[in-house]
């Protein structure tokens, strides 16, 4: 056993001591190289070999490893990315499609019990209420209602509306970076099939959004997409 080794496990806990050597040893190797064993960890740090598995999982957890059963443990391939979060805007031009917005309600309201609770306000705390049509190359896709804490956003309101919210919440430093999202089949109101020019009851998707920049809330957002022109796509991850 190598001395420098027999020094380290005998620092510490012995699990992190195997973890970080592991880190070191497969650092910058190639996507699919083989990890040590634990039999090798076991004979090399003379620890028990549930202190080497504790470590190892770590490594998997943290995606830096991964075990294929019946071969063995190996360097990680990286992960697919998960779906950005992106403004109505983003995602149009994604799909190859020109966004308009047109609003249909702006102005200061006091947070309701649900908007306050979501926002992380005081019920009747003042909020902006922004109502949009949301359109793509040149027909109505979704009603979006937004309420937005006045506090973070001084001056909103005034000198007309951004052309893009995720925009003029990124110029303030406020670009939500995670959100929490919710969707539901249902169907039109009858102002809803209005503005999306579609028959009273048609289905929809009912779309509630809960915006946060790091761990402060900067949006709620609850639209009405037309369910003959739009379909969610999702690409979902490992998580950490």
Same mark, same amino acid.
């Given at each position: 056993m190598e001395q420098g080794v027999t020094v380290a496990a005998n620092r510490g806990l012995k699990h992190v001591q195997v973890r970080e050597y592991v880190r070191s040893l497969v650092a910058g190797s190639t996507p699919g190289s083989p990890a040590p064993s634990e $039999?090798? =960890?076991? !004979?090399? @740090?003379? %620890?028990?070999? #549930?202190?080497? &598995?504790?470590a190892m999982d770590a490594l998997v957890v943290e995606g830096l490893l991964e075990r294929i059963p019946g071969r063995g443990t190996f360097v990680a391939r990286p992960r697919r990315t998960a779906t950005p979060v992106m403004s109505y805007t983003e995602e149009m031009r994604r799909r190859? #499609?020109?966004? +308009?917005?047109?609003?249909? =309600?702006a102005r $200061? +309201?006091?947070?309701?019990?649900? %908007?306050? *609770?979501? =926002?992380?306000?005081?019920?009747?705390?003042? /909020?902006?209420?922004?109502? &949009?049509?949301? $359109?793509?190359?040149?027909?109505?896709m979704c009603v979006e209602d937004a309420y937005l804490n006045e506090i973070l956003l001084p001056g909103f309101l005034q000198g007309g509306m951004p052309t893009s919210l995720y925009l003029e919440l990124a110029n303030r430093g406020l $670009?939500?970076?995670?959100?929490?999202? !919710? %969707?539901?089949?249902?169907?039109?109101?009858? +102002?809803?099939?209005?503005?999306?020019? /579609? +028959?009273?009851?048609?289905a929809v =998707? &009912?779309?509630?959004? *809960?915006? @946060?920049a790091e761990e402060r809330a900067v949006e709620v957002s609850r639209s009405?997409? &037309?369910a003959d022109r739009f379909t969610m796509r999702l690409q979902l991850g490992v998580g950490e």
């Open positions: $039999r090798e =960890l076991v !004979n090399l @740090f003379g %620890v028990a070999r #549930m202190t080497v &598995r504790q190859g #499609m020109l966004p +308009e917005s047109v609003t249909l =309600l $200061r +309201e006091q947070a309701g019990p649900g %908007v306050a *609770r979501a =926002l992380g306000v005081t019920p009747g705390d003042a /909020v902006i209420h922004w109502k &949009r049509l949301r $359109r793509a190359d040149g027909v109505p $670009r939500p970076t995670w959100v929490e999202d !919710n %969707v539901a089949a249902d169907i039109a109101s009858a +102002e809803e099939a209005g503005h999306l020019e /579609v +028959e009273a009851g048609a =998707l &009912r779309h509630q959004r *809960r915006a @946060f009405a997409y &037309r």
